[in-house]
């Protein structure tokens, strides 16, 4: 009886009924892709930098970053295209699983611009510690000019 309104409140935070950007992650053995679902063509694959430079954190830097806005609800929608994986970036306080045949769902906000890593959490074989997550957050100005960048022509986003 006392738990009733909790879960009613738990279900209703967890769901971002108008999210400002979606964006999907599937995870393969040993990385991850990622697509833009309000840019039509914005996708890519994101690797673990293998080399030794000294700028960047070694095995958790990208050759592709994920850029987001900061104070967007963003929906991210995870999946995999082979074993199991799990998307898990510890400062966002966001885990969830990557499941072949099943598109599971997470919402967040990120609140100030930096850099977030995280990795893959489920233990997908022999590489599975070489799988590691960059999220850069940015202004969102700064977000548009990255997006019409990476895409073909700035006309690629979708009004809603």
Known sequence: ??????????????????????????????YWSYEYSDFTKLEFDSYM??????????????DNRIVLPINSPTRMIVTAADVLHSWT?????????????????????INRPGILYGQCSEICGANHSFMPITIESVTTNQFINWASQMSDSSDDWKQV
């Open 89 to 109: 970036v510890p400062s966002l306080g966001v885990k969830t699983d990557a499941t072949p045949g099943r598109l599971n769902q997470v919402s967040f906000s």
């Open 49 to 62: 930098v293998q080399d030794q430079q000294t700028d960047l954190f070694r095995l958790l830097d990208t």
């Open 1 to 30: 009886f006392i738990a009733m309104p909790s879960l009613r409140l738990l279900y209703l935070m967890d769901e971002v009924h108008n999210p400002a950007l979606t964006l999907k992650a599937v995870g393969h053995q040993w």
